[in-house]
């Protein structure tokens, strides 16, 4: 992928049955599952979030900065300039980061699976308050194909964040809303209907 993140994320009762169908289709496995950890920093008057702006470190197999641009949409699509680059420390990053101003203001976790098929990644993601999949593609059409491959509805697109959907369920659950992290939301039974999104497999 270039400097552009073009992707589209669906929310599924069944993250297994979309791999079976991955498999079906000869999708490679480039990423096999890997707990994930992230961190996002923002300025401490909230500029980053405001202007709709993400400064991200995660450590997955590797420690990667990332920096997110306003999102836009493109035929349903949501698009932004994304710049990602690998660090050698994670807890020097981190450091580094908050020592010229920035503060951590969220902390969440996920276990990721990433397959590639047409030049299209899709990511099979479990959060603490359900499954998703999101695919990325340069090509938006290809990312229409690969839904409609998936048997995902297209109509039923997330144009939300994953922070973003916790905030709508953190007050009603007496949730910190900068932990979304599996320990935090343990026996809790977070609803479709909470998320105020639909299933779309």
């Known amino acids: ?3 552009q993140e073009t992707e589209a994320k669906f929310f599924v009762q069944n993250l297994q049955s979309i791999e079976l169908r991955l498999l079906e289709l000869k999708a490679q496995l480039i990423q096999p599952r890997v707990h994930e950890i992230n961190y996002r920093f923002d300025f401490p008057n909230g500029e980053l979030r405001n202007n709709k702006k993400v400064l991200r470190l995660r450590q997955d197999e590797q420690a990667k900065i990332t920096f997110k641009g306003a999102s836009q949409e493109v035929e349903g699509v949501m698009s932004r ?4 680059f690998v660090v050698a420390d994670f807890d020097k990053a981190k450091k580094l980061l908050e020592s010229i101003g920035f503060a951590p203001v969220v902390f969440y976790e996920k276990f990721r699976r990433t397959y590639e098929l047409n030049e299209t990644h899709i990511m099979l993601d479990e959060l603490p308050y359900g499954e998703f999949v999101e695919i990325e593609s340069n090509n938006i059409n290809e990312i229409k194909n690969m839904s409609k491959l998936l048997g995902l509805s297209w109509d039923l697109i997330i144009k939300a964040g994953y922070h973003a959907l ?3 369920v953190a007050e009603k659950y007496n949730l910190e809303k900068w932990n979304l992290s ?14 105020q999104i639909e299933f779309a497999d």
């Open 166 to 168: 916790f905030d709508r």
């Open 1 to 3: 992928m270039n400097n």
């Open 182 to 195: 599996f320990e935090a939301l343990n026996g809790v039974k977070i609803k479709a209907q909470d998320l």
């Open 81 to 84: 300039e994304e710049i990602e």
